[in-house]
């Protein structure tokens, strides 16, 4: 089955993955920017990332017959230095206009600081005047359920911010319900430990249904599974679940979620296996 | 909701699930008995940690659903829904 991966983190990746990620019938996948598992200490070490995700992954991918998109922004990590992000801030608009940029992401919370809140706001006052998608990291294990909510109190307080155009991503079940019941798209990360595996996504999925959300594997330089999505297809096909509903996850929505994007061109590779 | 993904009849769960849940209560055992066997393993009983773990155990023995939810929910922070959301600019 065609598949995509809407989260994962290829700079941190070996070309092999590519292959298999191919071999398992991934045609696409949205590289948002993320930490580098250090703290960057210039807008230029930044703007190298973006050249990096807008021209480097896409040739990369390209070679396995994989679409290759990305979202920018500086990590709720890196929030805590104000004056940084604001320069990183000011910066991404140079590479809006590239044509693998699906919007602004992931931003959001991680530890649910004041400063992290505000460079939060600050993201979403860009993706507000230039009119971007939106995809939202949610923190992990303790702090999840807490910065959840003040995500969506964020989103709903700010009047520009449409729901049908935003992801909460890394959502659990204490948190799909407060995503998809406020309107958002909602991704489910498998990964090892700290958040989802594919039988409790596909748990989750049983309980709340097929509309708005999708699955990712979020692999990066930590323990995770890049083939990941393939073992939830696997999951789904060993409950009974019906190509139909199986395809809808890992297709079909994450595909309608990138279709918003201002600039989207159906990409031909992707064409040829529409509904 | 999708009728499609309607979940497994529950006879059959417990079938295919039934060793993978055996295997887990013995890992949660072992951790357990790793703790105890451990030095100053007095120490940790006043872990708030080993706390939530026996919380947790009394989830799973209760007869209420969305065990789960209830146990991501006891190993989150509180939410305090007066924090001080920032402005929107523009
Ligand atoms: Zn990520």
Known sequence: MQYID?????????????????????VAISEPA??????????????DYFHHLVEVEPKRAALFGIRHFSWLCINAKEAENVSLSRDVIAMIPEFLQRPNVLGI???????????EAIIFQEHMDLAAKTDELILIHTPHLEDKYKGTRMIVDMLKNDSRVKPHRVCVDHVEEHTVKLA???????????YPTT????????????????????????????KSDPLAVPELILEMRRRGHPETAIRKVVYENPLDFFRQSARWQEPFSLLNFSK | MDPRVKAVAAPKVLEQSFLEARSKLLDIAAILDRINRGDSSDAVHQDVKIGRIMEALKILEGKTPHKAEQIQKLFSLPYDANWEIPSPRY
């Open chain 1, 105 to 115: 992401g992931e931003i959001g919370l991680n530890k649910n600081t004041k400063n």
């Open chain 1, 6 to 26: 809407p989260h994962i983190h290829m700079i941190s990746r070996v070309t092999d993955d590519y292959h298999r990620m191919a071999q398992c019938g991934c």
């Open chain 1, 180 to 190: 998809l019941d406020n309107g958002f798209w909602c991704g489910m990360t498998l």
């Open chain 1, 195 to 222: 958040k989802c595996t594919p039988a409790r996504a596909v748990d989750i999925i049983e309980m709340v249904g097929t509309e708005k959300i999708m699955a990712n594997s979020a692999g990066d330089w930590g």
């Open chain 1, 34 to 47: 993320f930490w580098a598992g250090f703290d960057r200490g210039s807008v230029e070490g930044f703007r």
